[in-house]
């Protein structure tokens, strides 16, 4: 069944994830624009020209290896301020360069190498958060409240004085503690990494694997606005959507280049200013 439908579902993830790094580059480097680097405008350039390269079938396979040599050196130029998901959009371009499509083993080896992406990093997260201990308490939340997309969020969420002694907070030695005495907040927290860890199985039994993908995607959406990570966000749902066998991934193709158009248009002050990163 897989063999049948592989081929739609990675052209659709293949077209979103390139326009995805086209507009991230063109959207971080607007946000920049008088500083640029020449490095950043050499990976600007390049990156763009081989975008568009990756849709033509004959040049895909060195355009995406072209790519993941360009964004392996602007993570490596940037390090440490690079983005996680810089990595994660390595591996998936040198998934695009190892594998020739026009092959059926191919494809199938494709869309299982995305899926088995999706779900080793939504298990490994919560694995991480459970690890750490920082979601027991609604540490981490309390501590992202310097960031003003958090505040705007847990404003809401928080009792008016814990918001009023959590944000009061600089971070300093000596300041907090971070821990959230707001039982709702800790709850999310903690169904946080816990829906993490449990969703990770359920998008590998063939039954649960639709509600699964909609949760999936459903968490990560309420994750990004207060996180507004988009860039990560969007890479991630559009693993996930390798889960649906059906042409529904085509469809979603039009929306997110659409979603990315708007993004780019926020960029360039052409729509009203909204915080993403």
């Known amino acids: 069944h897989l063999r049948e439908r592989a081929g739609n579902v990675r052209l659709a993830f293949e077209r979103i994830a390139v326009l995805l790094i086209g507009v991230e580059y063109w959207c971080r480097g607007l946000a920049r624009w008088q500083d640029l680097s020449p490095a950043y405008v050499a990976a600007l350039g390049g990156a763009t020209l081989l975008c568009l390269l990756a849709f ?43 594998l020739d499509p026009r092959r059926a083993s191919d494809r199938v080896l494709y869309v299982a190498a995305t899926r088995w992406m999706a779900v080793v ?9 459970l690890v750490h201990g ?5 540490e981490y939340f309390a501590f992202s409240l310097w960031i003003e997309s958090f505040r705007s969020v847990f404003r809401v969420l928080l009792p008016g004085a814990e918001y ?12 907090g503690p971070y821990a959230v ?15 993490e860890i449990g969703l990770a199985p359920l998008l590998l039994w063939p039954r649960t694997r639709r509600y699964a993908v909609l949760t999936a995607a459903g968490l990560i959406v309420a994750i990004e606005v207060a996180a507004r990570e988009a860039f990560f966000g969007l890479l991630y749902v559009n ?10 991934a085509t469809r ?3 929306p997110a280049a659409a979603l990315l158009a708007a993004m780019l248009l926020v960029r360039v002050g052409w729509l009203p200013p909204v915080t993403f990163y």
Request: with cysteine; aromatic share 14%; proline share 4%.
């Open 121 to 129: 990093i939504l298990f490994w997260s919560g694995v991480q958060k």
């Open 134 to 138: 920082y979601y027991f308490r609604a």
């Open 181 to 195: 005495a707001s039982p709702l907040v800790v709850a999310i927290s903690n169904l946080t990494w816990i829906a």
């Open 239 to 248: 693993l996930i959507l390798t889960f649906l066998e059906t042409r529904l």
């Open 164 to 175: 009023a002694r959590l944000t009061a907070f600089t971070g300093a030695p000596g300041d």
């Open 252 to 254: 979603l193709v039009a």
């Open 56 to 98: 033509v079938p004959a040049l895909r396979r060195g355009a995406f290896l072209g790519l993941a040599a360009t964004h392996a050196f602007t993570v490596w130029n940037e390090f440490p301020a690079a983005g996680n998901h810089a990595y994660l959009e390595v591996m998936v371009c040198l998934l695009a360069a190892s």
